[in-house]
């Protein structure tokens, strides 16, 4: 495997259900990074962690829990999701913050009925 | 409210003619600008970026040119081949959150035979 890879591509779910989005990266990089795409919406930052250690939660519910057990693996933690929640998330890693160039996954399509 | 504008959500162009892709920003604080690619079913990857202190950047087919009093950037593919049909995101950080990058919405570019 190369790059950032996710699993699943595809997920559907109930709004009562628990599952969790997987992200790992083989770049070597020590950040990594959560985006939520809405349909006709922008890209929209969720989670930031830099050597594993969240470092930006942009005002995301309760319901998204994010995990970063090492450098190269994020998880993203789904519980009593909205329909609204419907969207592709795309994980992307980085080495070190800043203005350096984030690599991103295939993303995860997701759909909550 | 959107701080990054990408007013066309399509553009279709020639192959061996100029592409030229725009994208506004309005928050003054932006010093650092980036252009994304995303082929279907692949996530974003990276093309070419532009400091503030800079008006142009170019590397092989794809100039970028940013015009700071006029908060606009502008992505010139020349000469458009086919494989250059893809979406195209335009995103913007500064240096207070610079690992936070502000999306715009895309912009679809067909390049024609």
């Known amino acids: ?113 | 409210d959107q701080q990054v504008k990408q007013n066309s959500p399509s553009l279709s162009v020639q192959e061996g003619r100029i592409s030229i892709l725009n994208c506004d920003y309005t928050n003054s604080m932006f010093d650092y600008f980036l252009w994304y690619k995303k082929y279907p079913a692949e996530g974003p990857t990276f093309l070419i970026s532009i400091s503030s202190i800079k008006d142009k950047n170019e590397d092989g087919r794809f100039t970028v040119f940013l015009n700071k009093s006029a908060k606009h950037l502008s992505l010139h593919i020349v000469p458009s081949q086919p494989g250059d049909s893809a979406v195209y995101f335009c995103a913007a950080s500064d240096p207070g959150t610079a690992s936070k990058l502000t999306f715009g919405t895309g912009t679809r570019l067909q390049v024609t035979l």
Not at chain 1, 17 to 45: D, F, R, T, V
Not at chain 1, 58 to 67: G, I, L
């Open chain 1, 1 to 113: 495997e190369t790059g950032v890879t996710q699993t699943p591509r595809h997920l559907v779910m109930g709004m009562t259900n628990k599952k969790s989005l997987k992200c790992e990266q083989h770049l070597g990089h020590n950040a990594m990074y959560w985006y939520k795409q809405s349909a006709k919406k922008p890209l929209e930052l969720m989670f930031v962690y830099s050597l594993e250690e969240r470092v930006e939660n942009n005002s995301v519910p309760s319901r998204f829990s994010p995990e970063c057990p090492n450098s190269s693996h994020l998880f993203l933690h789904l519980h009593t999701l909205q329909p609204e929640d419907s969207a592709l998330y795309l994980c992307a890693s980085s080495q070190g913050l800043g203005r350096n160039e984030q690599f991103f996954g295939p993303g995860t399509r997701l759909t909550v009925l």
